[in-house]
């Protein structure tokens, strides 16, 4: 099926929630949610401070989860919210006419009157009159604090949930900064003409004292409405967050993370999405809302509800795509391939030139399959949610302008991307180094369990190795019995005894020879490939 638009693909069951972000039928994103209790990323907390570790500078903090989360000290300094944007200080200064809607206005009233809700304003304005470090901390936030904290990452492997006090709410178009009075933009809208529009702007709206806002990229171009009607959404969700202040005890969740479907909306729903294409009754409702409110009813009309029997992502196609995603290998246009290995340290990318090879060493060959060798790791790289530490063997360029050419283009891949990256040049021995912002599980890691038989590291015992293994039992066993008449009958995995039968049929023959024994062999195939049973063939007890 031909298809040459850029559509958002939504997958809604009981258990799992999907989304696929395809254009021209090339799946370009997919996020996948399944049912979890534990601390997500944006989630906001009601915490206590259970000790500090100075040699870490940082302190484990009660959220009431599994695991302490983690929280730097550096992460508890007042920011200049360099997480969303970074903004000059010129940008910094708007215009004080901000004019008051009815709705602003009645929220204003309500906001930062609960008892809590005082008591951590003013410990953060407490923070903000004077210049602070790391070393002021452990005075400022002693063991037993009560503090409101937000999740910047998920607790990953052994390790919990990592915090910050720094706390921000995205909205559609902007994002409130309910503890600080910083107004900017986004680093990203880089036309003066439109920054000083979207500046008078945010200059007009009615934002409480003390809260400061940042427009999102995605504001680029948008008229006043869609940021006054954005700001009364993130005011009610703030007016949410300090009435649940004052009703729970510590530690409990204030704030939650908006689920799958609502983020798509939020973060992917832009001008050039032409449809958004959705299989379940409830989430195609709110969407649709959600989008006639926010957008109009021209973005509402994207919205399709899919109701075919045949399954949404196996009739766009995406399916096909996602069975390819966690292959080792990944082939690129030219022939060549890369390979991706996910480790507990760092990921590993190493380009190869496959069936290339045939077209010789020219350096435009080896250009050509590096350059499509960037463009499907970054894509690689959304699509398994990969995080931290990546490094990529690039085929050896000898040219230094074809190298430099390599590190623009992937640099120019990423900048689009949700997670920050941070990228250096090749290296003398032509690798890449770079970070990804990781705030979730990889999706190998969502999707997938260790295998309980090689812990992950996709490695078994050779046939060979396991013929070693059992007769050196056999003569154990042989040879603390010698004074027994016994027979001895053996039990393994077919493809072990496919080994004994035939490659050391005769070393068999040479022990039974030697002990005087009756050994007999039986596959089972109800057994691992590692394991091994010997037993007594009339009693049919085991020997150890």
């Not at 427009?215 to 009435?243: N, P, S």
């Not at 002990?515 to 085991?542: K, M, N, Y």
């Amino acid at each position: 099926m031909e298809n040459k638009k850029k559509q958002i693909i939504l997958n809604c069951e009981q258990l799992e929630a999907r989304c696929a972000i395809v254009n021209n039928n090339k799946l370009e994103e997919y996020q996948i949610e399944r049912t979890y209790e534990g601390p997500k990323v944006g989630s906001v907390y009601l915490a206590k401070i259970v000790n500090l570790e100075p040699a870490l500078h940082a302190a484990f903090v009660n959220i009431g989860a599994n695991k302490n989360a983690f929280l730097h000290y550096w992460d508890m300094i007042p920011a200049s919210y360099e997480l969303q944007d970074k903004i000059s200080d010129q940008e910094k200064s708007v215009p004080e006419n901000r004019k008051s809607s009815s709705f602003s206005k009645k929220l204003r009233s309500m906001i930062t009157q609960g008892e809590k809700s005082k008591k951590i304003r003013e410990q953060e304005n407490k923070l903000r009159r004077k210049k602070i470090t790391t070393n002021d901390i452990p005075n400022l936030f002693p063991p037993g604090t009560e503090l409101l904290v937000q999740v910047v990452k998920e607790p990953i492997g052994t390790k919990g949930a990592r915090l910050t006090t720094n706390i921000s709410i995205p909205g559609r178009y902007l994002v409130l900064l309910p503890y600080s009075d910083h107004i900017g933009l986004s680093s990203k809208i880089d036309n003066s003409q439109e920054r000083n529009r979207i500046k008078k702007i945010l200059g007009s709206l009615d934002i409480p004292e003390g809260m400061g806002v940042i427009c999102r990229t995605v504001g680029e171009g948008r008229k006043a409405i869609f940021f006054k009607r954005d700001l009364d959404m993130l005011l009610d969700y703030w007016h949410q967050v300090e009435e649940a202040l004052e009703k729970h005890k510590v530690p409990s969740v204030i704030y939650d993370e908006p689920t799958l479907i609502e983020r798509t909306v939020r973060d992917f729903m832009t001008e050039d999405i032409d449809e958004i294409i959705v299989d379940n009754d409830k989430a195609f409702d709110k969407i649709y809302k959600t989008l006639r409110k926010f957008g109009g009813m021209r973005m509402a009309a994207k919205v399709i509800q899919y109701n075919r029997a045949q399954p949404v992502f196996e009739h766009f196609r995406v399916k096909e795509q996602l069975d390819k995603i966690f292959g080792r290998q990944v082939p690129l246009p030219s022939g060549g391939y890369i390979c991706i290995d996910e480790t507990e340290a760092l990921i590993a990318i190493d380009v190869n030139t496959g069936k290339g090879k045939r077209s010789g060493d020219h350096p435009e060959v080896i250009l050509q399959t590096n350059l499509e060798a960037a463009e499907e790791v970054a894509r690689q790289l959304r699509l398994r949610n990969i995080g931290g530490l990546v490094v990529i063997d690039f085929i050896d360029m000898r040219s230094a302008r074809d190298r430099e050419k390599i590190f623009k283009h992937m640099r120019k891949l990423v900048k689009n991307d949700r997670a920050k990256s941070k990228i250096l040049p090749l290296s003398k021995l032509g690798l890449m180094e770079m970070t990804r912002q990781r705030e979730h599980e990889s999706l190998q890691a969502t999707v997938f369990d260790n295998c309980p038989y090689c812990g992950g590291s996709g490695n078994i015992k050779s046939p060979l190795t396991m013929s070693v293994e059992i007769q050196r039992r056999l003569r154990s066993v042989l040879k603390a019995r010698h004074q027994k008449k016994i027979a001895i009958r053996v039990f393994m995995h077919p493809e072990i005894l496919a080994r004994l039968k035939n490659e050391d049929a005769e070393l068999l023959n040479e022990m039974e020879e030697a002990f005087g024994r009756d050994l007999s062999f039986r596959a089972d195939s109800t057994l691992h490939h590692e394991e091994f049973r010997l037993v007594d063939p009339v009693t049919g007890a085991e020997l150890k």
